[in-house]
């Protein structure tokens, strides 16, 4: 196989050739390699294929579409599968979110959403609004706006300039205090009065247009949120007149739990971005969710009649992501998915924490059927031990995300027991094999 021609995305590229991993196919909780080799996938593909891999339904749904219509084209037309996609997600959507505004990923998701931010704020006659806070090591995709409110340092620095009038809150991973906790840490709501703290030092309130928060942020390694954190974060942005977008994309369609991160942390945004489980990630497709509020704000107020917003991508609402999407939604609820998730949270839970004690295992964080095991790092760098870690997993045949020193887990939810006691019993041999390597080369 020619490795030359494709530039992979977050990849060391040239070294990745000594040593490919190649996937060729995928079924239920498995990939195939191009070995052969059965690899159980610990991490559902990227946070995404919540419903197993190859699921009849979903394949057969997106083959029917393209059969059916294969693309149309919107600008004041539209076709019936969008709405139908559009209707059936309000209904499993949190209370208070009646329209849907249709992407191609996550990252398209947290740019809508900005833009929608910025467009109501405009829309009533507060253009001055128009800074928006993220948070340190937040991760809101790639795009402009996205990888300018992010706040892994690391996917900021290559590109020496982004958007202007963004701050960032301090995240709330604090070990010391809050290590090894089961759920939502006890320590560092008032973390959030941060926000309330540089409003006024650093910003006029009447400047800020968002707050853009990951309930549970996962790309930086399954970080979760205080208790009442996200609440006093609420408070303050209602208080100032602030919009909270929260960005569901790893914590939407059951991975924490429950439906969504809104529901199971029980704090309501005033809009929702989401994408990955959206379809399992069979066809790529995201979505931002919003009131009516809001909607008939931004709306009402066009000067332009023919195009109120004038935003929106060639593929939004594809055809094939809608069947993807309905046919999604359909199996997550005919084969209670969601409840699945909640049943096997604690022993996934237990599972995990299984590992405390384990050389090297600085934290362990989880909620729902996600988890991150963070190690120390070791003098080799940052990363250099957790990689090792996951590769001996890879060889041993299970596949996990790795962030930093951090070793993320997220099965599909239709993950067993079994499966669970593998993955983790897997990641304690592997960490144990590095830490007797490492003693034996000291
Ligand atoms: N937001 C969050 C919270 C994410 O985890 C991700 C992807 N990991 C994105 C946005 C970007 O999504 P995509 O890669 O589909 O653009």
């Excluded at 690899?39 to 083959?63: K, P």
Aim: proline share 4%; with cysteine; hydrophobic share 40%.
């Amino acid at each position: 196989m020619n490795l030359d021609a494709m530039w992979m995305p977050f990849s060391a590229n040239e070294s990745f050739k000594a040593n490919p991993r190649i996937i060729t196919a995928a079924q239920g909780m498995y990939f195939t390699d191009n070995t052969g080799r059965q690899i159980l996938d610990a991490s559902a593909g990227l946070w995404c294929v919540n419903a197993g891999h190859g699921n009849e339904r979903i394949i057969n749904a997106v083959t029917e579409q393209a059969k059916k219509l294969d693309y149309a084209p919107f600008f004041n037309m539209s076709h019936d599968i969008g709405f139908k996609a559009a209707e059936r997600l309000v209904e499993m959507a949190p209370k208070g979110f009646d329209k849907v505004f249709f992407t191609n990923s996550g990252s398209e998701s947290a740019d809508t959403s900005l833009k929608i931010a910025l467009a109501y704020h405009a829309a009533r006659g507060e253009t001055g609004r128009i800074k928006f806070i993220g948070r340190e090591k937040g991760y809101h995709g790639v795009n402009f706006g996205g990888t300018s409110v992010g706040g892994i340092g690391f996917n900021r620095k290559a590109f020496n300039h982004l958007l202007p009038f963004v701050d960032h809150l301090r995240h709330t991973l604090d070990i010391e205090r809050n290590g090894f906790t089961k759920g939502l840490p006890a320590y560092g709501a008032e973390w959030a009065d941060e926000l309330e703290n540089r409003i006024f030092t650093l910003h006029d309130p009447k400047t800020i247009a968002a707050v853009i928060i990951e309930p549970m942020a996962g790309s930086a390694g399954v970080i979760l949120p205080p208790q009442g954190y996200l609440q006093r974060i609420r408070d303050i942005c209602t208080k100032h007149g602030i919009l909270l977008i929260f960005d569901e994309v790893i914590t939407g369609f059951g991975r924490t739990g429950g439906d969504w991160a809104t529901n199971t942390m029980g704090v309501t945004p005033d809009i929702l971005n989401c994408a990955k489980g959206i379809t399992n990630g069979v066809v790529p497709m995201g979505a931002v969710l919003v009131g009516n509020g809001i909607y008939n704000t931004v709306v009402d107020a066009a000067s332009e009649k023919t195009i109120e917003f004038a935003h929106g991508y060639t593929y939004s609402a594809h055809p094939l992501a809608c069947a993807a999407m309905i046919a999604t939604l359909d199996v997550y609820r005919d084969e209670g998915l969601f409840e699945r998730a909640a049943q096997l949270s604690p022993v996934f839970e237990q599972a995990a924490h299984s590992l405390q004690g384990t050389p090297f295992v600085k934290d362990i964080r989880n909620i729902g059927l996600v988890a991150g095991v963070e190690l120390e790092t070791s003098s080799a760098g940052l990363g250099k031990r957790a990689g090792l870690v996951q590769q001996k997993c890879w060889e041993a045949g299970v596949l996990m995300r790795l962030t930093g020193e951090t070793l993320a887990f997220s099965p599909p939810l239709i993950v067993n027991e079994a499966e669970i006691e593998r993955i983790f019993s897997t990641l304690g041999q592997a960490i144990t094999e590095v830490a007797n390597q490492e003693a034996a080369t000291v």
